[in-house]
């Protein structure tokens, strides 16, 4: 089981970033490489947050989970890619940045497969952490800009995200460059 713990990294304020151009700039001044966003080594530099893979059904992407100990805990399906486990820790990570008082009120998610549903509506909270996932990891500037350049197709798009091709296709859906999904 690969794990990643902050707890001994306290000298880092706690996290405060809400907003996209926020943890742009804060990943900048870290040092962290940002084209592609490296979420891995951004979730590392967060002290309130322990990132570890572990074994699920293929079905069970990823969970975050508040611990009274004050810690976040992340925990992304071993079995997926890698460019889906990138996806699945940006949505966890959107959770802690978008859903904090409802995971400390004791309430855990689990997110069970994303984007594979055309047709899914989903609850709330899921939705705006794949939007948040999805503006994080591809962010609607470089995804307009690689579009103009002309590349426009969505396995060469994966790679330059780092993602899925079933993460681009719902990014370029909702960017308006597909008209279906």
């Known amino acids: ?3 990643i713990s902050n707890k001994g990294n306290k000298n880092l304020d706690t996290y405060n970033k809400k907003t996209i151009d926020e943890i742009y700039n804060h990943a900048e001044n870290l040092g962290i490489e940002t084209q592609p966003f490296d979420i891995f080594a951004y979730i590392s530099n967060i002290p309130e947050i322990d990132y570890w893979e572990d074994y699920f059904d293929d079905d069970i992407s990823g969970k975050i989970e508040y ?18 486990k990138r996806f699945t820790l940006a949505h966890e990570f959107a959770h802690f940045v978008l859903h904090k008082d409802f995971l400390k ?7 069970i497969i994303l984007f594979r549903s055309s047709n899914d509506t989903g609850n709330k909270k899921e939705l705006e952490a794949n939007q948040f996932a999805a503006d994080l990891l591809m962010p609607k500037i470089i995804f307009d800009t690689e579009i103009k350049k002309g590349n426009n197709k969505i396995n060469s798009l994966a790679d330059f995200f780092q993602v899925s091709s079933a993460a681009i296709k719902y990014r370029a859906f909702k960017l308006g460059y597909l ?3």
Not at 67 to 84: D, F, P
Not at 105 to 111: A, H, I, T, V, Y
């Open 1 to 3: 089981m690969a794990f």
């Open 179 to 181: 008209k279906e999904y």
């Open 67 to 84: 611990r009274t100990s004050g810690i976040y805990q992340i925990v992304v399906n071993k079995y997926h890619s890698v460019s889906r």
């Open 105 to 111: 009120q004791g309430n855990k998610l689990e997110d």
